[in-house]
């Protein structure tokens, strides 16, 4: 092991990595935001560390402009972090007067169906991941309340039943007279009145990145004879909403920008109208996409509309603009994306996010980003630029410098993946609800014929995809590899891998990787070279040494899932670590190990000392974890003449049915020794950020 170090170290301030939790560890009491927070299982907990960086985020638009005595958004940055998972503990800390980041960390059912919690100024209410739902009810700020971050947040299902409900105003946001408001990257549906209501002189308030869908009177803005608010909206899909898209009543500046208004086809909702520029409101709006809508554009004589760089697409009806309205850069800087890239980059970009960032603002940190990043389209059907995987991997230019996304629609990508070395800064991401609806997957094994007749695949051949170019993300997807075990038992080995990466810096957040035998090769471009991994919010499924190989891997908040084997046995190991001397291996912290197999079958791991070398020093720790029964009670086992207990294995704190006391078989760390082997220590510098 590493040598001791102070305990105080462990105590140090840790970067803090935003990322998200699959529901089975939502349940185990496990939070969701970063490895600076601990697993909790009281309904509230504080933490006196720094204060992350999505905790400090500052808003864009118009509610970072200096006013009425507040100077910009930020929330409630200098509080308290606190996390809640019930409403008595949600409404304590949002009606409280001091400030307060709020962590939403699994899904809250309001009671009675329809409340509205009546938020306080200096307030950061933040959905954990992607687990922070509000189900039945919504939020309120009144008169005078301020500085207000509402964000990652699902809110939904407080319909009830009526589609122009008169009777039920139960809205997901509902502001009175509030200013320095910021709601941003929620996916707000299904709700009885509005989804965003801002009324009766409510100002200097910024909407962007949220999905809103699946309603009639969706975000309303006005309902004063005043001319008053000032309000930027801007990179929102609204998507199966009526009418309010929005209505913009008495607005002294509406600054509308980079928005998708999509009309769906086949759906029971219908568009009335888009967006709507009433009484004495100014509108500027540019480089929206406007998609099948209904009266995409509509005015009343006394407003004003200046329209720049919009798209249209299968429309009808008004589509007006008329008189002079106001120039948004004198109140604040932007960057438009190109209206023609709108849908895709909202599609994928939009709602909550298992990442939310790590800059002073998320929202313009994440424009920046997808105006300097290119997006590929894929899609089987012919709707995107490219009909499979590797062809848009193929079009990313050589030694390219920026992030190229290659946006995948659902389906089956029946296919292998090469991203050459000389590619880097490419992300696959999955368009649709879940990470199943994208699935790429192949059947090669070790031993399979290649089909140009040279031979036959080695393990590493054999992988659905490979990533050999540095970072590296996927998001949003499952990667498979379907080998059929049974039905090839004249080969001699079965390793058939789903996704093998031979670089540094790879970002794998919120996917499944699963196979049976070799399932996640984590290697590097070469036995001197350092290959740092991190895998979060994901699922990674098999049953033989299926994660495997010589990188410096993390496996993080993740679900480790046990299969039997192809004629119903249970028998596995969950790693096998090939690490070089002096580097760090396989590192498996916050997760939970289990699946439908038999009891103390499955061994943690063993050194795989490849192709015989001795000087290979393989490393698993798994620490933080819950282990099912399916854990053996001696967890480790040696592998082809080489002794585990020669290398590097050893847990930490872990629980479950699987876990177990010290022994000279089951070797645990001291707090010193832990205290070197936390996430940060396995990333080295290195904060893996979405993009």
Same mark, same amino acid.
Request: aromatic share 8%.
């Given at each position: 092991?590493?040598?001791?170090?102070?305990?105080?170290?462990?105590?140090?301030?840790?970067?803090?990595?935003?990322?998200?939790?699959?529901?089975?560890?939502?349940?185990?009491?496990?939070?969701?935001?970063?490895?600076?927070?601990?697993?909790?299982?009281?309904?509230?907990?504080?933490?006196?560390?720094?204060?992350?960086?999505?905790?400090?985020?500052?808003?864009?638009?118009?509610?970072?402009?200096?006013?009425?005595?507040?100077?910009?958004?930020?929330?409630?940055?200098?509080?308290?972090?606190?996390?809640?998972?019930?409403?008595?503990?949600?409404?304590?800390?949002?009606?409280?007067?001091?400030?307060?980041?709020?962590?939403?960390?699994?899904?809250?059912?309001?009671?009675?169906?329809?409340?509205?919690?009546?938020?306080?100024?200096?307030?950061?209410?933040?959905?954990?991941?992607?687990?922070?739902?509000?189900?039945?009810?919504?939020?309120?700020?009144?008169?005078?309340?301020?500085?207000?971050?509402?964000?990652?947040?699902?809110?939904?299902?407080?319909?009830?039943?009526?589609?122009?409900?008169?009777?039920?105003?139960?809205?997901?946001?509902?502001?009175?007279?509030?200013?320095?408001?910021?709601?941003?990257?929620?996916?707000?549906?299904n709700m009885a009145d509005g989804?965003?209501?801002?009324?009766?002189?409510?100002?200097?308030?910024?909407?962007?990145?949220?999905?809103?869908?699946?309603?009639?009177?969706?975000?309303?803005?006005?309902?004063?004879?005043n001319v008053t608010t000032d309000?930027?909206?801007?990179?929102?899909?609204?998507?199966?909403?009526?009418?309010?898209?929005?209505?913009?009543?008495?607005?002294?500046?509406?600054?509308?920008?980079?928005?998708?208004?999509?009309?769906?086809?086949?759906?029971?909702?219908?568009?009335?109208?888009?967006?709507?520029?009433?009484?004495?409101?100014?509108?500027?709006?540019?480089?929206?996409?406007?998609?099948?809508?209904?009266?995409?554009?509509?005015?009343?004589?006394?407003?004003?509309?200046?329209?720049?760089?919009?798209?249209?697409?299968?429309?009808?009806?008004?589509?007006?603009?008329?008189?002079?309205?106001?120039?948004?850069?004198?109140?604040?800087?932007?960057?438009?994306?190109?209206?023609?890239?709108?849908?895709?980059?909202?599609?994928?970009?939009?709602?909550?996010?298992?990442?939310?960032?790590?800059?002073?603002?998320?929202?313009?940190?994440?424009?920046?980003?997808?105006?300097?990043?290119?997006?590929? =389209?894929?899609?089987? &059907? *012919?709707? /995107?630029? #490219?009909? %499979?995987?590797?062809? +848009?991997?193929? $079009? !990313?230019? @050589?030694?390219?410098?920026?992030?190229?996304?290659?946006s995948i629609k659902p389906g089956?990508?029946?296919?292998?993946?090469?991203?050459?070395?000389?590619?880097?800064?490419?992300?696959?991401?999955?368009?649709?609800?879940?990470?199943?609806?994208?699935?790429?997957?192949?059947?090669?094994?070790?031993? =399979?014929?290649?089909? &140009? *007749?040279? /031979?036959? #695949?080695? %393990?590493?051949?054999? +992988?659905?995809? $490979? !990533?050999? @170019?540095?970072?590296?993300?996927?998001?949003?997807?499952?990667?498979?590899?379907?080998?059929?075990?049974?039905?090839?038992?004249?080969?001699?080995?079965?390793?058939?891998?789903?996704?093998?990466?031979?670089?540094?810096?790879?970002?794998?957040?919120?996917?499944?990787?699963?196979?049976?035998?070799? =399932?996640?090769?984590? &290697?590097?471009?070469?036995?001197?070279?350092?290959?740092?991994?991190?895998?979060?919010?994901?699922?990674?499924?098999?049953?033989?040494?299926?994660?495997?190989?010589?990188?410096?891997?993390?496996?993080?908040?993740?679900?480790?899932?046990?299969?039997?084997?192809?004629?119903?046995?249970?028998?596995?190991?969950?790693?096998?670590?090939?690490?070089?001397?002096?580097?760090?291996?396989?590192?498996?912290?916050?997760?939970?190990?289990?699946?439908?197999?038999?009891?103390?079958?499955?061994?943690?791991?063993?050194?795989?000392?490849?192709?015989?070398?001795?000087?290979?020093?393989?490393?698993?720790?798994?620490?933080?974890?819950?282990?099912?029964?399916?854990?053996?009670?001696?967890?480790?086992?040696?592998?082809?003449?080489?002794?585990?207990?020669?290398?590097?294995?050893?847990?930490?704190?872990?629980?479950?049915?699987?876990?177990?006391?010290?022994?000279?078989?089951?070797?645990?760390?001291?707090?010193?020794?832990?205290?070197?082997?936390?996430?940060?220590?396995?990333?080295?510098?290195?904060?893996?950020?979405?993009?």
């Open positions: 092991m590493s040598e001791h170090r102070s305990t105080a170290r462990h105590r140090r301030s840790k970067t803090f990595l935003a990322v998200g939790l699959p529901l089975a560890l939502t349940t185990a009491g496990v939070l969701a935001y970063g490895t600076g927070f601990v697993p909790q299982r009281a309904s509230a907990a504080t933490t006196a560390a720094a204060a992350p960086a999505w905790a400090t985020a500052v808003a864009d638009g118009f509610a970072s402009v200096d006013a009425l005595g507040q100077n910009g958004t930020y929330g409630g940055r200098d509080g308290r972090t606190v996390t809640v998972r019930t409403q008595a503990d949600l409404e304590k800390y949002a009606t409280a007067a001091e400030p307060y980041v709020i962590v939403v960390a699994g899904t809250i059912t309001m009671n009675p169906v329809g409340k509205e919690i009546k938020v306080a100024s200096d307030k950061t209410i933040v959905g954990s991941g992607t687990s922070g739902h509000i189900v039945g009810g919504g939020f309120f700020l009144g008169q005078g309340v301020h500085n207000v971050i509402i964000r990652n947040l699902t809110i939904r299902d407080a319909y009830q039943g009526v589609w122009n409900d008169k009777e039920h105003d139960f809205d997901a946001v509902q502001m009175d007279g509030a200013h320095h408001v910021w709601i941003d990257h929620n996916d707000l549906r989804l965003i209501d801002v009324r009766k002189d409510s100002t200097y308030v910024t909407v962007s990145w949220n999905r809103l869908s699946q309603n009639n009177k969706t975000f309303g803005i006005g309902w004063t004879e309000i930027t909206i801007h990179h929102n899909w609204f998507r199966e909403t009526e009418q309010r898209n929005p209505s913009t009543d008495n607005a002294a500046h509406a600054h509308l920008y980079n928005n998708f208004l999509e009309d769906v086809a086949g759906t029971s909702i219908n568009s009335s109208y888009g967006n709507y520029s009433r009484g004495g409101t100014r509108m500027v709006l540019e480089n929206s996409y406007f998609q099948g809508m209904r009266n995409p554009v509509i005015k009343d004589a006394t407003a004003t509309i200046v329209q720049r760089g919009n798209v249209f697409s299968g429309t009808s009806g008004r589509n007006e603009s008329g008189g002079t309205a106001f120039d948004p850069k004198a109140y604040y800087s932007y960057t438009l994306d190109s209206a023609a890239n709108v849908p895709s980059l909202l599609k994928s970009g939009t709602g909550p996010r298992s990442t939310i960032g790590t800059t002073a603002s998320a929202a313009a940190e994440a424009s920046t980003k997808a105006a300097a990043a290119t997006t590929l =389209t894929v899609a089987q &059907d *012919g709707t /995107g630029q #490219y009909r %499979t995987v590797q062809a +848009a991997v193929n $079009a !990313v230019p @050589a030694n390219n410098s920026s992030r190229v996304v290659v089956t990508y029946r296919e292998t993946v090469k991203v050459p070395s000389n590619k880097p800064h490419v992300t696959f991401q999955g368009t649709g609800g879940s990470r199943k609806d994208t699935v790429i997957v192949y059947n090669n094994a070790s031993g =399979t014929k290649k089909p &140009d *007749g040279s /031979g036959t #695949y080695g %393990t590493s051949g054999s +992988a659905t995809v $490979a !990533v050999e @170019a540095d970072d590296f993300q996927a998001r949003n997807l499952t990667i498979s590899n379907d080998f059929d075990e049974g039905a090839n038992q004249s080969l001699s080995g079965h390793q058939a891998v789903a996704l093998r990466t031979a670089a540094d810096k790879v970002f794998l957040d919120g996917v499944i990787v699963e196979g049976d035998q070799d =399932t996640l090769l984590l &290697d590097t471009a070469a036995k001197d070279r350092l290959g740092r991994v991190y895998v979060t919010n994901s699922y990674v499924v098999g049953n033989v040494d299926f994660i495997f190989g010589r990188a410096t891997a993390v496996i993080d908040r993740s679900v480790i899932t046990l299969k039997k084997r192809w004629d119903g046995t249970s028998a596995g190991y969950v790693t096998a670590p090939s690490t070089a001397a002096n580097r760090k291996g396989i590192l498996i912290a916050n997760s939970t190990v289990n699946g439908a197999v038999s009891d103390r079958t499955f061994y943690l791991g063993r050194p795989w000392h490849a192709g015989g070398d001795a000087s290979l020093d393989p490393q698993t720790t798994v620490r933080n974890t819950s282990l099912s029964a399916a854990i053996r009670t001696t967890p480790w086992t040696d592998m082809s003449g080489f002794s585990w207990k020669d290398d590097r294995f050893a847990e930490y704190k872990n629980t479950g049915a699987g876990s177990g006391s010290v022994s000279s078989n089951r070797p645990h760390l001291t707090d010193a020794q832990a205290a070197d082997q936390e996430v940060v220590d396995w990333l080295a510098g290195w904060t893996p950020t979405a993009s």
